[in-house]
């Protein structure tokens, strides 16, 4: 007998493939979201509809009839300009819930970030309180997708949203292979001087599917993971993997002063370089230390430490980089 009947958006991306592989195994009918030109390799058994999350005729059949629908798609300053970010987080998210008003869906779950919340200082761990004033495109996109999803809970519907931190595992382009480097190659001898929150890809499908069973609708849970600096966070890989870890800060002044540079690549080429621009040159600095423990208490939310993820991610970074 079938789990259950599930669409995912964001279904070929990092955080989509790990969830549809787990609510494969769990026995879910998987429908998945795919650009066409999009890699669906290993996902051979999810059913695939072909379309933009721009595109409301391809999401209303993709949602209607589905249990859950767990909306990942999205994009970053890694990899888009301002205004492609702002196009698929906020307007792909207002595409997919008027699909969803059309249709007949049982519980949506959104991907948001822990980047809309901050402390405001007095406090080490931000919790879901603590609602910032966005910094950049990617976290006033989110912050206006969030706005829209809670209006369609309070309204028409069903609806939680998830808050990961940096999610950490094998078949990430982005943050991990980075942390990776700072860990394991001598080429890498520099580390960022604040810190965050990583949690490993399992922990947050775990606390996904968490939302969709035991979520209240409206609410919204960060899913983190262990609190450390760059610094922490390199030696622990170096020591788990014979590495060589980063041994030089790079300096905080360094990291202000290369932001307006970023952004004027980034006003030329539409694609933005880290540190993406003056303000998140700021937050590079800090430490964002979350507190998961509104997710605990309510989804039985609970994340291993970074060791718990290093082998397989350490062994997929080998395989990639041979
Ligand atoms: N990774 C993290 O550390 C992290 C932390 C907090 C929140 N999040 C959020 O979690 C979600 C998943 O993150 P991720 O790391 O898995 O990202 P990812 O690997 O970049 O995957 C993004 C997914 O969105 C799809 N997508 C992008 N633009 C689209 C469009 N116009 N129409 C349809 N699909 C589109 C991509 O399709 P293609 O395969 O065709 O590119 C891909 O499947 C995102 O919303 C992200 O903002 C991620």
């Known amino acids: 007998m079938s789990a259950g009947t599930a669409a995912v ?3 070929t991306g990092f955080l989509g493939t790990h969830l549809c592989e787990r609510l494969l195994e769990e026995g879910w009918d998987v429908r998945g979201l795919s650009r066409p030109s999009s890699d669906r390799d290993g996902l051979e058994d999810v059913d695939w509809y072909v379309g933009d999350v721009l595109e409301e005729e391809t999401l209303r059949p993709l949602v209607d009839g589905v249990d859950a629908a767990f909306h990942l798609a999205g994009v970053g300053l890694w990899s888009a300009g301002p205004e492609t970010v702002e196009r698929v987080n906020r307007d792909g998210t207002a595409t997919l819930l008027s699909a969803c008003r059309d249709a007949d869906v049982g519980r949506l779950i959104f991907a948001s970030t822990a980047g809309t919340r901050r402390t405001n200082g007095t406090k080490r761990f931000a919790d879901e309180s603590d609602v910032a004033e966005p910094i950049g495109a990617y976290q006033s ?7 829209l999803v809670d209006r369609y809970a309070e309204t ?29 190659e001598p080429t890498m001898p520099a580390y960022l001087p604040g810190g965050l ?29 262990e609190n450390l600096t760059y610094d922490r966070a390199a030696s622990r890989v170096a020591d788990h993997a014979d590495g060589s870890p980063a041994r030089v800060p790079v300096p905080s002044t360094a990291i202000h002063a290369a932001g307006p540079v970023a952004e004027a690549v980034g006003a030329v080429t539409d694609r933005q370089v880290f540190p993406f621009d003056r303000q998140m040159a700021r937050l590079a600095t800090q430490k964002l230390f979350y507190s998961s423990e509104k997710a605990h208490d309510e989804l039985g939310y609970e994340y291993e430490p970074l060791e718990a993820h290093l082998p397989e991610t350490v062994a997929w970074y080998r395989e990639q980089n041979a």
Do not use: N
């Not at 996109?141 to 706005?147: D, I, L, T, Y």
């Not at 939680?160 to 860990?183: N, R, Y």
């Open 9 to 11: 958006t964001g279904a």
């Open 156 to 184: 028409d519907g069903d609806a939680v949203t998830v808050h990961p931190t940096s999610i950490f595992g094998p078949g990430d382009d982005s943050f991990t292979p980075q942390l990776l480097a700072m860990g394991l």
């Open 141 to 147: 996109s989110k912050a206006a997708a969030e706005r």
């Open 197 to 225: 929150s990583i949690v490993g890809v399992s922990d947050v499908v775990d606390g996904v599917l968490g939302a969709y069973h035991d979520g209240t609708s409206g609410e919204h849970y960060i899913l983190g993971g």
